[in-house]
């Protein structure tokens, strides 16, 4: 259906769909100064419905490192916003507005771009056009993204251990793995990530040295005590002997961090000046960016960074047009590109663990820190926990990217994830008629 005809059917609908108001029905930070009971803390920033006023405030209970923008500031067409009226069918069967879908799920903010033209923008929660979110691990997709940079150039070898350019790994489990195994989330350690035990090695030990949990007493560094992230994967993280590295796909964010620390030793750099210089810097974005920091102020390449929603279509829009900005070619075409080329084995490693296949949420393989969907039609996401979401379609040419706190931070049991992914989805097949 072409976009005029959609945008068509969209005005006349706003008539007949009013959104609902996105409520937790309790107050957060209320008052001069907010009251006890409303309070946001390090302790309960990322607990509902604190998480409605800290994700889009986290330099409060975080620590963070600027990345500046630079260049012009790159324009987009606008609409009358209408489309967000535009109704598309739920996985119950049911017709629902693109508004009340996202509304009704937690969103903070949705923006959906097609051919450098925003149809829908739309906020919530207290958070606006002005505001950074937190990205949490679809800043993973960002950090790949800038390391396909270095491998393009010949500086990397992905067959190649980790110890090659991070010599304090050795005798760690990724000395064993090889950096495709690290970018595909394959890298078989003794380890789970999970954000509800509070006894487990990622909650007590990973968490307190990323500050990414509030865990009791995590920040007094005491003698022999993990300090930061990189003291975790060397002298914490544990291997599972019993699967070779490269066969099963379990996801954990320790791994981006092996990736991040590769950036800083083969550019001599730290991690934001890398983005900042060779992506944010040339995106054309409204705002700087900010990234939180582990308990050694280091940059938390897994999860940390903080922008606009426009900006963060930018990134995306870059991701869609295969590292163009502009005519400008700030990725490797080939790198981006390679995300996409999804083999047997790549499905198979997915399917090979017990959660993700059976969450029904649509992937059929995870690459280079990226969700695919379907490869032929180019159609992928970066996802970060409590519903945050880099929606690219190629074939459809759209980008939709949306910002939540929900409840639950696990996108395959939160009841918040998948109708979101879903109407993404069926408007995308909108524009592929």
Known sequence: MRYSALLAFATTMSTLSVAQPNSSGKEVMNGFPPSRASQVSFENYRDYPFSKWSFHNMGAPMHTLMIPRGGAVHSFEETDNSFGQLKVTTKEGALMSIENIFAGNEADGIIIVRHNTILYEKYWNGFSRDYQHIWYSMTKSLTSTAFGILVEQGKIDLSASPVKYVPELKGSPWERTR???VLNMST?????????????????YYGGASRFFYVPGADTVTKGEVLGTYDFLTRMATANNNIRPGYKFEYNSSNADVISWIINKVTGEPYQQFIYENIWSKLGTEHDAFITTDRAYTA???????????????????????GNVDGKQIIPAKWVDETLNISDEDKER?????????AGLGWIAYKNF??????????????GIHGQVIYIN?????????FSSQPVASSAASKNFPPKLQACRELSKQFMK
């Open 179 to 181: 950096i495709q195994d």
């Open 370 to 383: 990226w969700w695919v969907l379907d490869s032929r039609n180019g159609e992928y996401c970066a996802v």
């Open 394 to 402: 190629r074939a459809a040419d759209l980008v939709v990217v949306y």
């Open 188 to 204: 078989a350690l003794g380890f789970l990530e999970t954000y509800t035990d509070t006894s487990s090695m990622f909650y007590k």
């Open 350 to 358: 997915l399917m090979r663990n017990e959660v993700y296949p059976k």
């Open 300 to 322: 938390m390449a897994t999860g940390g960074i903080n922008s606009t929603l426009r900006d963060a279509a930018l990134f995306a829009g870059m991701i869609l047009h295969r």
